[in-house]
C-alpha cells in the first residue's frame, strides 16, 4: 500500500516536472521564440535541422513499385542452391506482394471498436445496477434538499422549491426518509 | 560396376544436396518474414529499384555463406546490417562515379540556385549523400530508426547497445546532417 502510495506521487511528481521544464524550456517557451526570432545563427540551424526532417519525411513518403518485393526475391532466390531455389515457398515468396501490417490494417476499425466497447459498457453498468443506484442517490438527496429547506424557511416554500417531491412524499415514502 | 558406381554417386549427391536444402531452409524464412522492411529500407536509402535488388540479393548471397553456411545467432541483427553496409557501400560508389562524371563546376551551379533547393529529389539526394558520409555508429542508428522505422528497444537489440544510447546517437547523427547541410549553403 505504502509502495503503490509513492509511486502515485513518484508519477504525480514526474508528470508535474516534465509540464514545468516544458512550460519553461521546451520549444514552445517565450523567451526561446523570443531568442530564435531576434538570433540570425539559431535561425539557420532550425532551418537545417527542419531541412533534415524534410528530407526524411520526403524519403518515407515516396512510394516503391508494388513489385519491387516480388522482384528482390526473385533475384535473390536466383542465386541460393538449386535445391533452395525449387523448395515451394521459394515459388510462394517470388509472388509475394507487400502487405500492410496488421496494426495497419486493423486501424481502420478502431472507430467501431470504440463504439462497441463503450456500448458494452453502458450495458455492464446498468446490468449491475450503478444507474438505478444512482437514481436513488439523486432522489435521496433531493429529499434532504427539501426537508432542509422546510426546516429552515418552512414547509410551504419548500412545497414550491421541490413540488415533485411533495407530491412523492405525501403519496408515500418508499425510502423511509423522515418528514419533516 | 561401372553403373554401380555412378548410381552410388548420384545417390550420395543428392543425399547431400537434400541435407543442405534442410539446413538452409531458414534462408528462406528469413527472406519472408523480414524481406518486406528490408526492402523498404533499401528502397529509403537507395532510392533506385535496381540497386534495392542487388542489395537485396547481396545480402541473402552473404547470409547463405555466412560460416559456411551456419545460421547467425542473431538472424535479424545480421541481415539488417549486411544489407544497410551493402545499401551504404553502393551509394558511395554510385557518388564517387557522380562526381568523377561530372565536373566541379557543375556541381557548384546545382547547389548554388534556391530553386533547387527546395525540390524533393534535390533534398533527398543531398541527405543520401550526407549520410554515406556519417560515422558508422551514427548512420546505424540512423538508418535503423528512421529508414527502417524500428523501434529504439529493437535498434538497441541489432546493434548491442542500450535504447538510451540509440537514442543519442540519432540525436548526433540529425545534428551533423543538419551542421553539413547547412554549411555547403
Known amino acids: ?180 | 560396376m561401372f553403373s554401380k558406381a555412378l548410381s552410388c554417386e548420384l545417390l550420395w549427391d543428392a543425399a547431400v544436396s537434400g541435407v543442405v536444402v534442410g539446413r538452409q531452409r531458414w534462408i528462406l524464412s528469413t527472406m519472408q518474414k523480414y524481406g518486406p522492411e528490408l526492402v523498404t529500407m533499401l528502397w529509403r536509402i537507395l532510392g533506385n529499384e535496381q540497386d534495392v535488388c542487388d542489395a537485396y540479393q547481396d545480402t541473402f548471397l552473404q547470409l547463405a555463406h555466412f560460416e559456411g553456411g551456419r545460421k547467425p545467432d542473431h538472424v535479424k541483427a545480421y541481415v539488417f546490417r549486411t544489407a544497410n553496409n551493402i545499401a551504404v557501400s553502393m551509394l558511395r560508389r554510385r557518388m564517387a562515379e557522380r562526381n568523377r562524371l561530372s565536373g566541379p563546376i557543375a556541381r557548384t551551379e546545382a547547389t548554388a540556385s534556391p530553386a533547387i533547393e527546395v525540390d524533393s529529389e534535390y533534398l533527398q539526394e543531398a541527405l543520401r549523400r550526407r549520410i554515406a558520409k556519417l560515422p558508422e555508429h551514427l548512420r546505424n542508428v540512423l538508418a535503423l530508426r528512421d529508414l527502417a522505422e524500428l523501434s529504439y528497444a529493437q535498434v538497441g537489440r541489432i546493434l548491442g547497445i542500450s535504447p538510451g544510447t540509440a537514442r543519442v546517437y540519432r540525436c548526433k547523427a540529425i545534428q551533423l546532417l543538419a551542421m553539413w547541410m547547412s554549411k555547403e549553403e
Open chain 1, 1 to 180: 500500500m505504502a509502495i503503490t502510495r509513492a509511486d502515485n506521487q513518484c508519477r504525480r511528481l514526474r508528470t508535474w516536472l516534465y509540464t514545468a521544464m516544458t512550460r519553461h524550456w521546451g520549444a514552445e517557451a517565450g523567451w526561446l521564440q523570443s531568442h530564435i526570432s531576434s538570433c540570425p545563427r539559431c535561425q539557420r540551424r532550425l532551418v537545417s535541422l527542419g531541412k533534415v526532417n524534410l528530407a526524411l519525411s520526403l524519403m518515407k513518403a515516396r512510394p516503391h513499385s508494388l513489385s519491387l518485393l516480388m522482384r528482390a526475391n526473385e533475384q535473390a532466390i536466383g542465386v541460393l542452391k538449386h535445391g533452395l531455389r525449387a523448395e515451394p515457398q521459394a515459388a510462394r515468396l517470388k509472388t509475394t506482394l507487400p502487405e500492410p501490417k496488421l496494426v495497419e490494417r486493423c486501424g481502420r476499425y478502431g472507430h467501431s471498436v470504440g463504439h462497441l466497447a463503450a456500448c458494452v459498457t453502458v450495458l455492464l453498468l446498468m446490468k449491475i445496477g450503478v444507474f438505478s443506484s444512482m437514481d436513488t442517490f439523486q432522489t435521496e438527496g433531493q429529499e434532504i434538499m427539501r426537508q432542509y429547506y422546510a426546516r429552515q424557511v418552512g414547509q410551504d416554500l419548500a412545497e414550491d422549491v421541490f413540488p415533485a417531491q411533495t407530491k412523492q412524499s405525501s403519496s408515500g415514502n418508499p425510502r423511509g426518509v423522515a418528514n419533516v
